[in-house]
């Protein structure tokens, strides 16, 4: 198995964990795993919305690679809220979720197996066990028993944008 740079400096890592872009270590893991399971997968899949990290169209099944801070992982430490400007944060924050909610309803409506890997999961030493059980291996894309991996379907209602509080400007 070819070998990834996937170690670098702490600095360097929190830096690179609080941009999401293609190449950050988070992904680069996720890839590799992807890799070295033999699936296949497009990145920078920008015609589906929210553009999720990695995506294959036939075998039906999108990921996203979140960062903890930016896209607010639920009781993770990482999700932390900075001080000062807090009202501006947390409006940002809320988009973002927002965003995500919806980008994923979006695409379990096409069918697609949506599945959110965290930074801080990436990092697990367990972290390929968790992908792949996640990932529902076995069915998203080595028998081909498409709709065989959609328990997130059912779970993923839509929630009413307007019946949140809008924050006064
Ligand atoms: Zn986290």
Same mark, same amino acid.
């Given at each position: 198995m070819k070998h990834l740079p996937l170690r670098v400096d702490p600095i360097t890592s929190r830096r690179m964990s609080l941009i999401r872009q293609a190449g950050t270590t988070p992904e680069l893991r996720v890839r590799a795993l992807l890799t070295a399971l033999g699936a296949r997968y497009r990145i920078s899949?920008?015609?589906?919305e929210g553009s999720p990290d990695l995506a294959n169209r036939s075998r039906k099944w999108a990921i996203f690679v979140h960062g903890c801070f930016w896209h607010r992982h &639920? /009781?993770? $430490?990482?999700?932390t809220t900075p001080k000062r400007n807090r009202r501006f944060w947390l409006e940002k924050f809320e988009a973002n979720v927002r965003r995500d909610h919806r980008a994923r309803t979006s695409l379990v409506r096409l069918g697609l197996h949506v599945v959110t890997v965290w930074e801080c999961e990436? !990092?697990? &030493?367990d972290f390929d066990l968790l992908l792949a059980k996640r990932l529902n291996l076995g069915q998203t894309w080595?028998? #081909?028993? $498409? #709709?065989?991996?959609? /328990? !997130?379907r059912s779970t993923s209602k839509r929630r009413p944008e307007d019946a949140r509080p809008r924050s006064a400007r």
């Open positions: 899949n920008r015609d589906l &639920p /009781a993770c $430490k990482r999700a990436s !990092e697990r &030493p080595s028998g #081909g028993r $498409k #709709g065989g991996a959609v /328990a !997130e």
